[in-house]
């Protein structure tokens, strides 16, 4: 007779997310007084890309000529350079829960812009989702209840016969047939876990979108729990300039239009440009439009910086 050993991976600590108050900084830094403000370009060199992103090298080359674009066309000025190293400023994507939890929600086939409508939405959309984990969650818990109780009864019956010398025929069928509807049960449970761990998933990423919208639209809400939030977090990208060295890091993006747009808008932190008023501007501080052509506010603040 073989013991019967079956091991079940329990859901332990994925639990979702519940609202918290927290603030959110983001801390930049500015070099202003330039003498001889966009007469010699920026140079630029592309840095670590993670491979999750599935971009190549040469496709954010073609990226960052399309956002240097965004600036240089309608100002007629060479404003950005691209070196392969030792560039002024460093460009890398860097994956972390912002990427992520767009991903795993394109997966599960929601769609995000950044508005009011979007944010009520996925708002609804989690509420909902929270409701059906909370029910799976609690089904979870009784069928591995169950399943651990049949286990325990069947390996006792194992254990007992083995030390008898071995069961008699008809017993031995008996615990063969036992042993079936065990796998039978516990086939059950990994379904119902995967199917659990798969709406954890996208209930943990509606929070982080949820997070970002909040932080981006300014809402007057509760956060959902982001423990250990730190500045800059819900940021799509961000340019630094810290003891002479400059970076961007891009940490997030849906598709093409909104990647050029994000590099567009922290190149221009790099010219020197600040956010505008104007939400149809590269420069305004929600990346939301999908459209590639820098408006008279962009135009205006750069004219400002160039001392045009």
Known sequence: MIYLVLLVSVVGGAGYLAYTHQTELRAMTRVFGIVAPCTEPITYSIGSIDRRFGISTSTLVSDLGAAEAVWEKPSNKD????????????????????????????????????????????????????????????RYNDLVAAYTRDE?????????WNRRGGAPAAEYERLQDEKAALSREFAVVKSLESMLNAN???????????????????????????????????EEGLYRLAKGVQTIDIYEYSNRTQLVRVLAHEMGHALGLEHVADADAIMYKINRIETLKATASDMAELSRVCRK
């Open 152 to 160: 325990d009864a069947y390996n006792a019956e194992v254990e007992k």
């Open 79 to 138: 404003l950005f350079t691209y070196e392969q190293q030792g560039g002024d400023v460093t460009i890398a994507l860097v994956y972390d829960s912002r990427q992520a939890a767009t991903d795993t929600l394109k997966a599960a086939g929601i769609q995000i812009d950044k508005s009011k409508a979007s944010y009520d939405a996925l708002k609804t959309r989690y509420d909902e989702l929270l409701l059906q984990v909370e029910t799976e969650q609690s």
């Open 200 to 234: 954890i998933d996208t209930l943990n990423a509606l929070a982080t979108t949820l997070n970002q919208l909040i932080v981006q639209l300014n809402l007057n809400v509760a956060q959902y729990n982001r423990t250990g939030a730190s500045a800059g977090e819900f």
